[in-house]
């Protein structure tokens, strides 16, 4: 079956950089765009990054463009999330999700379980 | 940016009884590219609703979700014990966005 593992996060001054993970096993890694999406304490839910299948391509949210980078390594099942200069407000429980289908427009089938950044 | 408002912010209900949520699009979402998910305390979100009215693998199907354009709604036909939740809705076909979510508690 489908699993997403989220890893890295943690408590991070401000200015700092953290770098989190996501393992994924129980499907062909190699043909899914994946995703970040953040819910910060008692709030909704926030799309932070997109890359293709191939790593090829990659978009991101407005409020982090520029600070944060998204990756993944094909050969290891594993997508990245590269977050420098943190702020307060990049505080949250980040997931990695899958799409249903390999494109861009799909919902979110699969997510993991989350990672807390603190930034304080 | 294509900004999701749902209503009621908090819902209110008995078990058995039907849930009626709603979700406003500022600007028409394209092929109905408009999904729904339920959110327990301390877990993931999971996808009920995809391309408005599609149930994802293992809903049962007393979730049904109907609208298009801007104006889309998601329907518990009669509610269990493990409905109550946060709903929120989702559009996929410019950028990705969510509504602010309804919680839907037990009256």
């Known amino acids: 079956q489908v699993h997403l593992l989220e890893s890295g996060g943690g408590v991070v001054q401000p200015g700092r950089s953290l770098r989190l993970s996501c393992a994924a096993s129980?499907?062909?890694?190699?043909?899914?765009?994946l995703y970040w999406v953040r819910q910060a304490p008692g709030k909704g839910l926030e799309w932070v990054a997109v890359?293709?299948?191939?790593?090829?391509?990659?978009y991101y949210a407005g409020s982090v463009k520029g600070r944060f980078s998204i990756s993944r390594d094909n050969s290891k099942n594993t997508l990245y999330l590269q977050m420098n200069s943190l702020r307060a407000e990049d505080t949250a429980v980040y997931y990695c999700?899958?799409?249903?289908?390999?494109?861009?427009?799909?919902?979110?089938?699969?997510w993991g379980q989350g990672s807390l950044v603190t930034v304080s | 940016e294509i900004v999701l408002t749902q209503s009621p912010g908090t819902l209110s209900l008995s078990l058995g009884e039907r849930a009626t949520l709603s979700c406003r699009a500022s600007?028409?979402?394209?092929?109905?590219?408009l999904a729904w998910y339920q959110q327990k305390p301390g877990q993931a979100p999971r996808l009920l609703i995809y391309?408005?009215?599609s149930r994802a693998t293992g809903i049962p199907d007393r979730f049904s979700g109907s609208g298009s354009g801007t104006d889309f709604t998601l329907t518990i036909s009669r509610l269990e014990p493990e409905d109550f939740a946060v709903y929120y809705c989702?559009?996929?076909?410019?950028?990705?966005?969510f509504g602010q979510g309804t919680k839907l508690e037990i009256k």
């Open positions: 391309g408005a009215s």
């Open positions: 989702q559009q996929y076909g410019s950028s990705y966005t």
């Open positions: 600007h028409s979402v394209s092929s109905s590219y």
């Open positions: 890359i293709s299948y191939d790593g090829d391509n990659k």
């Open positions: 999700a899958r799409g249903l289908s390999g494109g861009y427009y799909t919902p979110f089938d699969y």
């Open positions: 129980g499907f062909n890694f190699n043909i899914y765009a």
